[in-house]
């Protein structure tokens, strides 16, 4: 491909983000009044995990082909950049007012969830994930959006 060629698809590829993301902003925030759901519950579920899919699907391709330093090091280094660049971009730009809801709930089931991926990482001798600890995380998640509702 030329780099022209490539240099447009960038571009475009640019823009539709950003259009995307506006419209993804603006309809969770619809469907949050139409379902009479607040907007944190929305954002924690609905734009949390379209927004996951791409390390989801990367991090299982990765796994499949036997990748797994792959598919750890992008859902660690996905997290660190939301966390850190995204938050920090965004609260340069202007003030972030943080509900209390997530500030005394989600933060510290953030920290106990990071917390317990410690736990199961540290037994560097045996040094991976296994099934049962997969499935462990999936009803955590699944007791934390069932714990939000």
């Known amino acids: 491909m030329k780099v022209w060629v490539a240099g447009i698809i960038f571009l475009f590829s640019c823009a ?26 929305i954002s924690i579920t609905m734009v949390a995990v379209g927004t996951s899919i791409p390390e989801l ?5 990765a796994a499949l082909k036997k990748e797994t330093e ?3 090091g992008n859902i660690i280094g996905s997290n660190i950049m939301n966390i ?13 007012n943080v509900d209390q809801a997530i500030s005394h709930f989600d933060i510290p089931v953030m ?8 736990l199961i990482m ?15 995380m999936i009803v955590v998640y699944l007791l934390y959006i069932y714990m939000i509702f």
Not at 17 to 41: K, Y
Not at 57 to 61: D, E, F, G, L
Not at 122 to 136: D, F, Q, T, Y
């Open 16 to 41: 539709g983000l950003a259009v995307g993301a506006n419209l993804l902003v603006e309809h969770a925030a619809i469907i949050a009044e139409g379902l009479g759901v607040s907007q944190r519950v």
């Open 84 to 96: 850190l660049s995204v938050l920090g971009f965004t609260s340069v730009l202007g003030n972030i």
């Open 122 to 136: 540290v037994p560097a001798k045996r040094s991976k994930i296994v099934r049962w600890e997969g499935a462990l």
């Open 111 to 118: 920290l106990g969830v990071t917390l317990l991926l410690l």
């Open 57 to 61: 699907a990367t991090s299982v391709i």
């Open 70 to 72: 792959i598919a750890v």
